[in-house]
């Protein structure tokens, strides 16, 4: 039993140093766009999701002005980082929404499980023929779980602004 407890022991250890050694380092940029992107992983921009969204933008195969939920501050922004001119938002993509979280008006959910695929941040909760709900916490508003609800028991609900979510900005000198 010790030798064993001994041999999983170096293994770990082994595999520990390994995956240290071995690390794929990502590009900096990268990490710095995607840092910047909105994280709805709504698929507007045309990509599958933020990341993908960013790694394109390093590598100039998209524009910086891909992304709605984003809008001109986030256009802004990464012009900034890039060191290019800014542009206005591609408005053929999508227009620039208020953030929101989707809600599911429970007592018209059938249960179907459609809108639970869709979803890139597993924010809806519910199994087959039960009741769904949206943990509104998790929820990007992406809209991507209203289209496949066959009942149109999906809205999408403005975010209320509390005193503790507000974010000051600091005035520039």
């Not at 206005?88 to 809600?103: D, H, I, S």
Request: one cysteine or more.
């Amino acid at each position: 039993m010790l030798i064993l407890c001994l041999l999983f022991a170096f293994l770990g250890l082994l595999l520990a140093y390994a995956a240290h050694r071995l690390k794929v380092q990502e590009d900096p940029l990268v990490e710095q766009i995607d840092a910047l992107l909105p994280q709805t992983q709504c698929g507007q921009c045309l990509y599958p999701g933020c990341k993908p969204y960013a790694e394109a933008v390093a590598k100039g195969e998209a524009e910086i002005n891909q992304c709605p939920p984003g809008g001109e501050a986030g256009v802004a922004a990464l012009a900034e980082l890039l060191g290019v001119e800014s542009k206005p938002l591609n408005t053929e993509l999508g227009e620039q929404k208020p953030p929101a979280v989707a809600f599911i008006i429970e007592q018209d959910c059938i249960g179907c499980i459609k809108c639970i695929p869709p979803c890139p941040v597993d924010a809806i909760l519910g199994a087959s023929k039960h009741m769904h709900t949206v943990i509104s916490a998790e929820c990007t508003g992406c809209e991507l779980c209203i289209a496949p609800c066959p009942v149109d028991c999906i809205i999408m609900r403005p975010i209320e602004e509390i005193p503790s979510q507000w974010h000051w900005i600091a005035p520039h000198e």
